[in-house]
């Protein structure tokens, strides 16, 4: 008992420190605020009226100041002596602690979610989603109810919701290449209407805090993707991929993630000042990242799968936290309630081995992604994605299900003909490796000034293609041997390979199937003498999934979920069906790709990633 401990102590401080050790956590303190409180007004009860002892009132012959400079010490000492206690008790009952978080989850159905925000009134909930397998459609909710109705548009993403009740969406929305996105980006009441359509080609778009204007990410155009604020105003481009932009508060920035690699959803938060176009770089992030504005003016993102970082408008973090894993921001309500999504993905790959008639799963670890396969369909390389991106693992495997053989941390790229070889990148350093599929050692290819994004061996095993781009330019490919420092490009600016999968060179050698800036299948010479021709027949987005034996004809489809594949002879146009490809489970499946399909079309290799996705109201957060 601190009468014991301390028996001179004011009566004021014994009872703090008593209610804070009060075995009855009725008995404590409610909160840090009203311990606060009565510390504060201790001067005040310290008077010469309350300072007694056990044995009774003090001798009156004393003064008020001497009898105060008497007590002062006892006092203070038994104040310090009581407060430590005091203070290992509140720390030991954890009342210093943030009040801990509500959750109230608000989606109950089994798929993906693409962009999820608040409407006006601060409570409805706005969001896109792929319920079992359907295409995206955009729904409405309410935390007051666990239902939630169509909006009856076409199908399509919700991008924003205006101060006003107007939604911006994405018509048409798909998958692109990796995590890029496109759609006609379209304005419509939330209270009912016709969409009107805006601008085609768009990832991203926000309102501006007044919900007057909209600031937009249109996908490459020439190679270059760009933000425009207010539409028809350039505020950057990259020769990436942008994603993600929000508006700040008081419309002074426009925040976004910058991707240098075209398929990879790695990237850098930049801020922009709208006024002068001043670019700030804020933190790198790996793996899926969102951010939000927070009612204070910074940017609260999702850092990693566990950690979320609070980022002044200087681009500096300040703090980090979280809500738990898994979680990633997605909107603010006015009064401080948290939109966030906890999302569960894994990477799936599935083949039907040569002579076989059953598909076999071949997922390795959770992110399998299929880099291409040996010409008879008897190997796939691919590599285990779900790691810090310098850091991927590189493997291959036999499509009979023998187990993976690991090759080292490489992102791959292709295997050599006679399948003694991997080409594989470090994509720190942008340095092409031959690694040994067997017994070997690693040899490294004369560097070049570029940076890769994928590559192919000719049929020969003596030169590679490559799609590339040197820094600040837009991508193109280029022929280099394996032996020779110099890449030689073979296309104008703004072409690339599909990251839709299979073999891009013909079995001769002599022709390259590649993509447009404008989305369609190209065929060129793979010796530069002539300019890249449009493959007739060929609808645009549609993605070349490889040659077919003749070397006349590609497999061509659009890349959704099914994947309808069908032949196509590049000369005349011509199409015949294929075979049509689709997961058992497709829950989650928003999209089916890379594919990769022998020439004789006999087994394939196909993978495809499985999102689930819960949407929940976060309310006690204090950024």
Same mark, same amino acid.
């Given at each position: 008992p601190l009468s014991q401990a301390a028996p001179k102590a004011p009566a004021p401080v014994r009872w703090i420190v008593e209610r804070c050790l009060a075995k009855d956590p009725e008995e404590r303190y409610a909160s840090t605020?009203?311990?606060?409180?009565?510390?504060?007004?201790?001067?005040?009860?310290?008077?010469?009226?309350?300072?007694?002892?056990?044995?009774?009132?003090?001798?009156?012959?004393?003064?008020?100041?001497?009898?105060?400079?008497?007590?002062?010490?006892?006092?203070? !000492? *038994?104040?310090?002596?009581?407060? %430590?206690? +005091?203070?290992?008790? &509140?720390?030991?009952?954890?009342?210093? =602690?943030?009040?801990?978080?509500?959750?109230?989850?608000?989606?109950?159905?089994?798929?993906?979610?693409?962009?999820?925000?608040?409407?006006?009134?601060?409570?409805?909930?706005?969001?896109?989603?792929?319920?079992?397998?359907?295409?995206?459609?955009?729904?409405?909710?309410?935390?007051?109810?666990?239902?939630?109705k169509s909006l009856g548009l076409p199908p399509g993403d919700v991008l924003a919701v205006s101060r006003n009740g107007e939604l911006a969406v994405s018509l048409g929305w798909r998958l692109q290449v990796g995590w890029e996105t496109t759609g006609? !980006? *379209?304005?419509?009441?939330?209270? %009912?209407? +016709?969409?009107?359509? &805006?601008?085609?080609?768009?990832?991203? =778009?926000?309102?501006?805090?007044?919900?007057?204007?909209?600031?937009?990410?249109?996908?490459?155009?020439?190679?270059?993707?760009?933000?425009?604020?207010?539409?028809?105003?350039?505020?950057?481009?990259?020769?990436?991929?942008?994603?993600?932009?929000?508006?700040?508060?008081?419309?002074?920035?426009?925040?976004?993630?910058?991707?240098?690699?075209?398929?990879?959803n790695a990237g850098r938060l930049i801020l922009i000042d709208t006024a002068t176009r001043k670019r700030t770089e804020g933190p790198f992030v790996g793996g899926t990242s969102r951010f939000v504005w927070t009612p204070g003016g910074e940017v609260l993102l999702a850092g990693s799968p566990s950690a979320m970082q609070l980022v002044s408008s200087g681009g500096r973090v300040r703090r980090t936290t979280t809500i738990g894993v898994g979680f990633i921001p997605e909107d603010f309500a006015p009064g401080g309630t948290l939109l966030a999504r906890r999302r569960f993905s894994r990477r799936e790959m599935v083949a039907l081995a040569p002579g076989e008639t059953t598909e076999r799963n071949l997922t390795w670890l959770d992110w399998s992604f299929p880099d291409n396969?040996?010409?008879?369909?008897?190997?796939?390389?691919?590599?285990?994605?779900?790691?810090?991106?310098?850091?991927?693992?590189?493997?291959?495997?036999?499509?009979?299900?023998?187990?993976?053989?690991?090759?080292?941390?490489?992102?791959?790229?292709?295997?050599?003909?006679?399948?003694?070889?991997?080409?594989?990148?470090?994509?720190?350093?942008?340095?092409?490796?031959?690694?040994?599929?067997?017994?070997?050692?690693?040899?490294?290819?004369?560097?070049?000034?570029?940076?890769?994004?994928?590559?192919?061996?000719?049929?020969?095993?003596k030169r590679v293609l490559l799609w590339a781009n040197e820094p600040g330019r837009a991508s193109r490919l280029y022929v280099q041997g394996l032996d020779d420092p110099a890449a030689r490009p073979i296309t104008p600016e703004g072409f690339g390979l599909s990251f839709g999968g299979g073999k891009a060179i013909s079995p001769d050698g002599r022709t390259v199937l590649l993509r447009g800036a404008d989305g369609r299948v190209y065929v060129c010479p793979s010796d530069g003498s002539a300019a890249p021709r449009a493959v007739p027949g060929a609808q645009p987005e549609e993605v070349a999934w490889g040659w077919a034996a003749d070397g006349k004809s590609v497999y061509l489809g659009?890349?959704?979920?099914?994947?309808?594949?069908?032949?196509?002879?590049?000369?005349?146009?011509?199409?015949?069906?294929?075979?049509?490809?689709?997961?058992?489970?497709?829950?989650?499946?928003?999209?089916?790709?890379?594919?990769?399909?022998?020439?004789?079309?006999?087994?394939?290799?196909?993978?495809?990633?499985?999102?689930?996705?819960?949407?929940?109201?976060?309310?006690?957060?204090?950024?």
């Open positions: 605020k009203d311990l606060a409180r009565d510390l504060k007004s201790l001067r005040d009860h310290l008077t010469e009226s309350s300072l007694t002892s056990a044995s009774g009132v003090l001798a009156t012959s004393e003064t008020p100041k001497a009898r105060r400079r008497g007590w002062l010490f006892p006092a203070l !000492l *038994a104040f310090l002596v009581g407060g %430590g206690a +005091a203070l290992l008790a &509140v720390r030991q009952l954890d009342l210093f =602690a943030p009040a801990p978080l509500r959750f109230q989850k608000i989606t109950f159905r089994r798929g993906a979610i693409g962009t999820s925000r608040f409407a006006q009134d601060g409570k409805t909930v706005v969001y896109g989603a792929a319920w079992d397998g359907a295409p995206m459609e955009i729904f409405s909710t309410n935390p007051e109810s666990p239902e939630s006609t !980006l *379209a304005r419509v009441p939330l209270a %009912g209407g +016709a969409p009107r359509e &805006v601008v085609e080609n768009v990832q991203d =778009a926000d309102w501006s805090p007044d919900g007057k204007d909209l600031a937009v990410i249109s996908n490459p155009t020439n190679g270059r993707a760009r933000l425009e604020f207010p539409v028809g105003t350039v505020l950057t481009e990259s020769s990436g991929w942008l994603s993600d932009v929000r508006i700040a508060p008081d419309r002074k920035s426009v925040a976004l993630l910058d991707h240098q690699e075209r398929g990879e396969t040996s010409g008879d369909g008897r190997i796939v390389l691919f590599d285990e994605q779900n790691r810090p991106r310098p850091e991927y693992l590189c493997y291959i495997r036999k499509t009979d299900g023998s187990p993976s053989v690991l090759l080292g941390k490489a992102k791959g790229f292709d295997l050599s003909p006679d399948g003694r070889w991997a080409l594989t990148t470090n994509p720190t350093a942008d340095q092409l490796t031959l690694v040994p599929t067997g017994a070997g050692s690693a040899r490294s290819l004369p560097k070049a000034n570029l940076v890769h994004q994928w590559g192919q061996f000719f049929p020969d095993g659009r890349m959704g979920m099914p994947a309808r594949i069908e032949i196509c002879d590049v000369a005349s146009g011509d199409r015949r069906p294929w075979r049509e490809l689709v997961p058992p489970d497709p829950a989650g499946v928003l999209t089916i790709g890379p594919i990769y399909i022998t020439p004789d079309g006999k087994s394939y290799v196909y993978s495809y990633r499985r999102q689930l996705d819960e949407l929940f109201l976060v309310s006690g957060l204090k950024p």
